[in-house]
Antibody, heavy 123, light 107 residues
């Protein structure tokens, strides 16, 4: 079975750093594009970053210059290094697998999500 | 970024009711519109992708329609396990964006 398990939750002071990890199992990790999506409890979903299967990365504007996504295909693990954290970064962070369907013109969607890990930024 | 507006933001319904949730995009997104269900304390789960394709294992009481900028999620005969929050997502133009969510509550 496909499993995604995030770790690295914690309380961090503004300006601090935190690294999240996402350990994947049950599928060929290196073949998939992986994402981080965050959600303030009780609020909506916001895309954070993407790691392509070939190592290319993309970021939401609020994450550029502060967050770095990386992956270790040998360890089946996705990472999110977060620096210069702000109070507004407080959220549950989800590790997500992207899927696409050839029969629907390669429409993309998120077919598996980790349970999420809470990041709280506060003094 | 493409803005997705869901309506209503919340609704109350009874078991057995037919429920319709709308998602309007600020510009055309072809048919690259997905729907997710999220229960309290849990991660979202995909229900429908590419407007109308049911993800494997999702009950057939869920269906999606729409095109261009107007999309709809319909739940026929609401079941107790369907009380949750529903989000739409567009993957037509990066960055992917989500609607603000529609909470379906027990009446």
């Amino acid at each position: 079975d496909v499993q995604l398990v995030e770790s690295g939750r914690g309380l961090v002071q503004p300006g601090g750093s935190l690294r999240l990890s996402c350990e994947a199992s049950g599928f060929i990790f290196r073949a998939y594009w992986m994402h981080w999506v965050r959600q303030v409890p009780g609020k909506g979903l916001v895309w954070v970053s993407r790691s392509d299967s070939d190592g290319k990365t993309t970021y939401a504007d609020f994450a550029k210059g502060r967050f770095t996504v990386s992956r270790d295909n040998a360890k089946n693990t996705l990472y999110l290094q977060m620096n210069s954290l702000r109070a507004e970064d407080t959220a549950v962070y989800y590790c997500v697998r992207e899927q696409y369907d050839k029969s629907t013109n390669y429409a993309q969607f998120y077919d598996f999500w980790g349970p999420g890990t809470l990041v709280a930024v506060s003094s | 970024d493409i803005r997705l507006t869901q309506s209503p933001s919340s609704l109350s319904a009874s078991v057995g009711d037919r429920v319709t949730i709308s998602c309007r995009a600020s510009q055309t997104i072809n048919n690259y519109l997905n729907w997710y269900q999220q229960k309290p304390g849990k991660a979202p789960q995909v229900l429908i992708y590419a407007t109308d394709t049911l993800q494997g294992g999702v009950p057939s009481r869920f269906s999606g329609t729409g095109s261009a900028t107007e999309f709809t999620l319909t739940i026929t005969s609401l079941q107790p396990e369907d009380f949750a929050t529903y989000f739409c997502q567009q993957t037509y133009t990066p960055p992917t964006t989500f609607g603000q969510g529609t909470r379906v509550e027990i009446e």
